[in-house]
């Protein structure tokens, strides 16, 4: 019966999936030409490297955020943990004196440990996402304050680390090609998000889990156990940015944060998962980073004051969600 359902649903589903990428990108590329007839300075290669370097870490969040939204919960708090992660990153480098691939694992693991926490608030306590999360976000972003002793926690003795994204090992093999590594290490840990989302028993269980909780549980599932493993990764996804971040600042700032998961759940579900679970692409996701990242690029290119820029974000991820909501219902 389990297998009949997937091979049922699935050319449906690949259906939806690729025309919702297909408005996406269509939309994308409409943004560009627009920004770029507005502005000559838009389509500058300079300016083309700060969108991809700007996409890069909303980017790496939105990724870890669509392994949560295909199952049709939510994580509110990968915003400040990126925050935490980039903190302990800092303690364990710059206070510690630990190696840099230390403290960059340390970093890694803390944004895990908070995934893992939250995974298991909601699967073995019975606490809803949004509450569970939600309080992630506070303790997270207090523990940054506390550690941090409210100041930031600057790497400038370790010029290694801040070559982690603003360094250019494409720059270094071909001249005048001077892509951040931050955007290389964006695209490595997508293309490693879509095969584990699309090819591996991880991927499967988180479709099911989203499309159809209680009859994933009646198949001999371990839900709960399942749903700790996919928050767990989408705070290894988190510790990524918190390390990114930390890398293209040169610093651990421990009051940034706060904001940074609205823009990733705005680009999951611009790039088409569903938030009520069971639909959703990493490709998706990497073009509706892209997309946020080109249209604030392309706002402040065109000098509109910054409340208005936000005023438009908003209307655009108003827009996004009304449409997955019209795709319910047509489904």
Not at 5 to 17: D, E, G, I, Y
Not at 136 to 145: F, N, R, V
Request: with cysteine; charged share 10%; proline share 3%.
């Amino acid at each position: 019966m389990k297998e009949a359902t997937v091979v049922v649903q699935k050319p449906r589903f690949a259906f939806h999936a690729g025309l919702q990428q297909l408005l996406a990108f269509g939309s994308l590329i409409l943004l560009v030409i627009v920004f770029s007839i507005a502005s000559s300075n838009f389509f500058h290669f300079s300016n083309i490297v700060g969108i991809l370097l700007s996409t890069a870490v909303i980017g790496v969040l939105a990724l870890g955020s669509t392994f949560v939204i295909v199952t049709g919960g939510i994580d509110l708090s990968v915003g400040t943990v990126m925050t935490l992660s980039a903190v302990m990153t800092g303690v364990f480098i710059s206070m510690w004196g630990l190696p840099v691939p230390i403290g960059i694992i340390g970093g890694l693991l803390t944004g895990a440990l908070c995934g893992f926490l939250s995974g298991f608030t909601i699967a073995r306590l019975g606490i809803p996402p949004f509450i569970a999360t939600l309080a992630m976000m506070m303790i997270a972003k207090g523990l940054a304050l506390v550690i941090s002793g409210t100041k930031p926690i600057y790497f400038t003795d370790y010029e290694v680390f801040m070559e982690i994204s603003l360094g250019s090992v494409l720059g270094d093999l071909i001249p005048g090609f001077d892509i951040p590594n931050a955007v290389l290490i964006f695209f490595v840990v997508a293309i490693i998000g879509s095969i584990v989302l699309s090819r591996t028993i991880i991927g499967r269980y988180n479709f099911a889990i989203g499309s159809n909780e209680e009859a994933t549980r009646l198949s001999g599932v371990n839900v709960r156990n399942w749903k700790i493993v996919i928050y767990t990764i989408t705070g290894v996804f988190t510790g990524i940015a918190g390390v990114l971040m930390a890398s293209r600042l040169n610093s651990a700032q421990p009051s940034l944060g706060m904001g940074y998961e609205l823009e990733a759940i705005a680009a999951v579900v611009i790039g088409g998962t569903s938030l009520s679970g069971g639909k959703g692409t990493i490709v998706g996701t990497v073009i509706g980073a892209l997309i946020m990242s080109v249209l604030t690029n392309g706002l402040r290119i065109l000098s509109v004051p910054q409340e208005w820029q936000t005023v438009v974000v908003g209307l655009v991820i108003l827009l996004a969600v009304y449409g997955d909501i019209l795709r319910r219902r047509k489904s």
